[in-house]
Nanobody, 124 residues
């Protein structure tokens, strides 16, 4: 079994920054691909960022490209999402997810384990 725990969310003004962390435990003998997703009230969960097991490859949604950076520290079993130049439309619950099986990186159904989510609120 795998457990994911996000932290780092909060309230920030537009233009500000936050760094989310996602610590994972269980089945850590391999470093699996990880994704970040977000869900705003009344909207579907959407892809934000993806990072390979080694950390050498990343993908981003167009809406966050150039503002968000995903990274990982495999020694600490932790994945990060650095969010800069935040906008009110970034307000959402942010989730990290781990994928063991295959599938499209931007498809939430391809991920096997999820964290509980952390709220990010950006005020204008």
């Amino acid at each position: 079994q795998v457990q994911l725990v996000e932290s780092g969310g909060g309230l920030v003004q537009a233009g500000g920054s936050l760094r989310l962390s996602c610590s994972y435990s269980g089945r850590t003998n391999s470093h699996y691909v990880m994704g970040w997703f977000r869900q705003a009230p009344g909207k579907e969960r959407e892809f934000v960022a993806w990072i390979s097991g080694s950390g050498g490859t990343t993908y981003y949604a167009d809406s966050v490209k150039g503002r968000f950076t995903v990274s990982r520290d495999n020694a600490k079993n932790t994945v990060y999402l650095q969010m800069n130049s935040l906008k009110p439309e970034d307000t959402a619950v942010y989730y990290c997810a781990l994928r063991i099986t295959g599938g499209l990186y931007y498809n939430p159904n391809a991920y096997n384990y999820w964290g509980q989510g952390t709220q990010v609120t950006v005020s204008s």
